[in-house]
């Protein structure tokens, strides 16, 4: 089992930056990727972000291209998400999730493909 805590969440203006966190516990040894994805009031789960479990390979959502970054250090060490130039669309409640599959590149965003799940942290962004 892999137990995952977000932090990090708030309120900020349109163009500020917010730093997220997830901690990682448990066996994580069959873990292939981390995740962060996001939920915005009356709208699907998506995918934001995509690493490796080592941190050496990233993925990102067209949307959020250029302005979020994932990083990991190490194994066992925090998943980071950094949110700059925040927009009023980016305003969701963002999760933290890991899988032991290791799905298509065309299905890497897909909620159903991720097994571990956190319990969220909001983001909100006003103008």
Not at 52 to 59: H, I, K, L
Not at 95 to 120: D, E, K, L, M
Request: aromatic share 12%; net charge neutral; proline share 3%.
């Amino acid at each position: 089992q892999v137990q995952l805590v977000e932090s990090g969440g708030g309120s900020v203006q349109a163009g500020d930056s917010l730093a997220l966190s997830c901690a990682v516990s448990g066996d994580e040894a069959n873990v292939r990727f981390l995740a962060w994805f996001r939920q915005a009031p009356g709208k699907e789960r998506e995918g934001v972000a995509v690493i490796s479990r080592a941190g050496f390979s990233t993925y990102y959502a067209d949307s959020v291209k250029g302005r979020f970054t994932i990083a990991r250090d190490s194994v066992k060490s925090p998943v980071y998400l950094t949110l700059n130039s925040l927009e009023l669309e980016d305003t969701a409640m963002y999760y933290c999730a890991a899988t032991t599959s290791v799905p298509s590149y065309s299905a890497i965003f897909a909620p159903s493909n991720y097994n571990f799940w956190g319990q969220g942290t909001r983001v909100t962004v006003s103008s």
